[in-house]
């Protein structure tokens, strides 16, 4: 479930680019409020179920509340879109990620893929770092 308080971002607990890319996200987050699942997780299993057309999808997946964290009205953003998303929520210079909206969205998409195709290179995360007391209730998979 999504709750109330701000935007999931699900990633791929096995990937090392996604698990940097999360560390990378807690390093850089001055709000605070975003929160993290493995799409390999329960609240992954519970996000597939509600979104049946992610089934294959091999992405980082951002996802903005509904209503009340039902499901219904659910944002749910793959691939170059949930990253364009992370960005923006970054803000600062972060932003400056946003010219990339001139692509068109099929060719960042293809991109991404490409690179998505070849993250198996950068290495599996055996082992991630442990996150802190503070950013643990940010894991939905910790909670």
Do not use: N, Q
């Not at 964290?69 to 803000?91: P, Q």
């Not at 802190?132 to 910790?142: K, Q, V, W």
């Amino acid at each position: 479930m999504t709750g109330a308080v701000g935007p999931v971002l699900y990633y791929d607990g096995e990937c090392g680019v996604c698990t940097r890319s999360v560390e990378l996200v807690l390093r850089h987050d001055r709000r605070g409020t975003l929160r993290f699942a493995s799409l390999r997780g329960a609240p992954g299993a519970a996000l597939l179920a509600r979104h049946p057309e992610l089934a294959g999808v091999d992405s980082l997946c951002w996802v903005e509340d509904g209503e009340g964290g039902t499901g219904k009205g659910e944002r749910v953003l793959v691939r170059s879109e949930a990253v364009l998303a992370v960005a923006r929520y970054l803000g600062g210079w972060w932003r400056v990620a946003a010219v990339l909206r001139v692509i068109p969205r099929a060719i960042r998409d293809a991109g991404y893929s490409w690179f998505a195709r070849r993250r198996g290179r950068f290495g599996k995360s055996e082992a991630c770092r442990a996150p802190t007391a503070a950013e643990r209730s940010r894991f939905l998979d910790l909670l």
